[in-house]
């Protein structure tokens, strides 16, 4: 009987092994998805057809911005949804030859918006509730356009209410979705449990972005965004990552090390990072590593993954879908995926700080990313799973919301070009 407890134990362990090994290797656009990893290719396809269908539609609709209330893809029903406030005007759309002569009208489900806003309704709301916050500097608010729901929504911790009450009473007067943000299911890394170590076999000879990296001068970490170039001067290069890496309050030069995937022991001296508007003003810092050999790549790390443990940039782009899925690499949380879900923003901080303009994904009630994974690089896949396309750098995250700065903000605020050696 003995033995056969023993047994029944050691196949319950290599059955849970097993299990655990199965959610871990499983790629993170396929949980985001929920399909199997086999079925990513077709979906990829569906997708980057979607894309391209949203995007001659939202050429058409320029014209019809009281009639029509945002776009947003969902690959899995293979359609685009377009919100309609003035059916009369559907016809005229669908005639259109951006949409009939690539067949591309087969793709769009006209629907009535949800809440029965237009474009122009919800940018006027929008632009009221900036004007709010400039006025009483709200704390912990996300505000921004919700095509799904056809609204202009208000995330807030209720922590923070008594703090904000004087804005959110004048905020209604816009008639925006209040939605507190809940995080059901978080993830196994953002509760400060140790990483899987790497094997001291593995010789990290480069530096990939998602890496981590620590500010030696303050103890932070943080994560690489991705290798750059001064626009006017080649021989300037750097590491872009986000501006909080950076301690203002320290001041002066500030050293930056590597700090791999499950190590608690900085490698190597990749340069330092000296205070810069952009960390103010943006928050994303460069950390200078001009005449140096560090080795700094164009390549992703997705160290989890069984078949794609490198993705490899081939371009740079503006992410303007909702609804596209997009991705993000960094140091605690690895490589995870969400929705898009807003792109024209407005983040305020624990200190009152503004940021417009950031790029809202993330999985309803999933935590994908936090602490250490800021200054991460933030993609999305091409044609393959080995293929991605840049699009910025994540900088923080609130409750199931995960924030990134564009990637022509950076570029244009610092005069940069990305390192792609394949462009």
Known sequence: MKNIYILLKLLTLIFTINKISLVYTKEALAELWDVEDSDLLHYLVIENNLVAVDTALGKVLRGFRSSFGGTYLDVKNNTVYCNTVDETKVPIVKSSPLLTQRGYIDFITFKPAPAGNSISTLRSRFKGLNQLIEVFKPINIRVYIDHKLNDVVILHDPKDDEENVDFLRHANEFNPTLIVPNVAHPHPRCNNSPQVPISKRVIVDRILDGDGIINNDAGLECSVGFWARHAEDEDLNYLVTAGHCYNISVGGLQEFFHLPWGSEDPRVDLGSM??????????????????????????????????????????????????????????????????????????????????????????????????????????????????????????????????????????GAAELEPVIPHQ
């Open 274 to 411: 000296e205070f810069s508007e952009t960390i103010e003003e943006y928050d994303f810092g460069l950390i200078d590593i001009t005449g140096k050999n560090v080795g700094q790549s164009a390549i992703i790390n997705n160290i989890d993954s069984e078949n794609f443990r490198e993705l490899h940039i081939l371009e740079d782009s503006t992410m303007s879908t909702h609804g596209a899925h997009i991705c993000k690499s960094g140091l605690t949380t690895h490589v995870t995926c969400g929705f898009v879900k807003g792109l024209n923003t407005i983040t305020t901080s624990a200190n009152g700080d503004i940021l417009k303009n950031l790029i809202y994904y993330g999985k309803d009630t999933f935590q994908t990313s936090c602490g250490g994974d800021s200054g991460g690089p933030v993609f999305s896949y091409l044609n393959d799973l080995s293929t991605v396309s840049l699009h910025g750098i994540s900088i923080s995250a609130f409750f199931d919301l995960s924030e990134s700065l564009p990637l022509n903000i950076i570029l």
